[in-house]
């Protein structure tokens, strides 16, 4: 059974070689080469992840990525022309599971293709039930993957979901960014990988905490973060 997959790319050929390349391991490409043709065929099609263009004629890729972040969770792969931290930055705020530079070989792009699917399905099996999870005024409920601050629902990407559940599981205990990489993306990383840091400051954002003095995410130097427990002081 082919797994399906789509294709957001205004290079015709480079989106053509992927599709080539992706079919001989058994996925079904679908191709899109504007930003609203992209999005058009992300409302009308059951993909198991999308691989998305940041460059897009009618409609760039942050804001497609935007546009199906209010009615999917499909894992979504960017390609960023140069690799440019700005870049991957903004596609990691906006709710990208992944990212490459258009220099990817097509070894890699497998990798990661594998890896955003794989975690998919791991969230999808872990939100098939579960107690909720309450610390202070934070409320998570799995069954649902609401989440609220003080009775204010917020709208988290789904590896911001991951990361704020798994250090709210862990309360009052430093979680290093390694493990929360391990437990919460499931894939190979690089010791200095500062995506967990992007998605932290994009949680605080969300939460209004101040990382200065934070009421829920503390930053633990050299060693990770941590979720503080009501009335708990911060670790020194």
């Known amino acids: 059974m082919s797994t399906p997959l789509l294709v957001i790319d ?29 999005l058009d065929a992300a409302r009308g099609g059951a993909f198991a992840a999308i691989i998305l263009d940041v460059m897009l ?21 960017m390609l960023t022309g140069l690799g440019d931290e700005p870049d991957r930055i903004m596609g990691l705020e906006n709710g990208a599971d992944d990212y490459l530079p258009k ?6 792009l497998l990798a990661r293709l594998r890896a955003v699917i794989r975690r998919s399905q791991v969230r999808q099996r872990a939100a098939g039930g579960g107690k909720q999870i309450v610390v202070g005024d934070l409320e998570i409920d799995p069954d649902t993957r609401a989440v609220t601050v003080g009775g204010k629902a917020l709208t988290l990407t789904p590896v911001e979901y991951e990361m704020l559940a798994t250090l709210a599981r862990s309360a009052g205990r430093i979680r290093t960014r390694e493990q929360l990489l391990l437990e919460v993306a499931d894939r190979d990383f690089e010791v200095f990988d ?14 209004g905490d101040d990382p200065r003095a934070p009421r829920y995410i503390q930053t633990v130097r050299s060693a990770g973060y941590l979720l503080l427990k009501p009335g708990a002081e911060p670790v020194a």
């Open 10 to 38: 205004d290079d015709q050929k480079l989106s053509g070689l992927i599709r080539e390349y992706l079919e001989i391991f058994g996925y079904t490409v679908s191709l899109a080469h504007t930003g609203p043709a992209g």
């Open 57 to 77: 004629p009618g409609m760039d890729g942050f804001a497609v990525l935007r546009q199906i972040r209010s009615f999917s969770d499909v894992p979504v792969l």
């Open 103 to 108: 220099t990817f070989s097509t070894r890699e």
């Open 194 to 207: 500062r995506s967990i840091d992007v998605h932290i400051s994009s949680l605080r954002r969300k939460m």
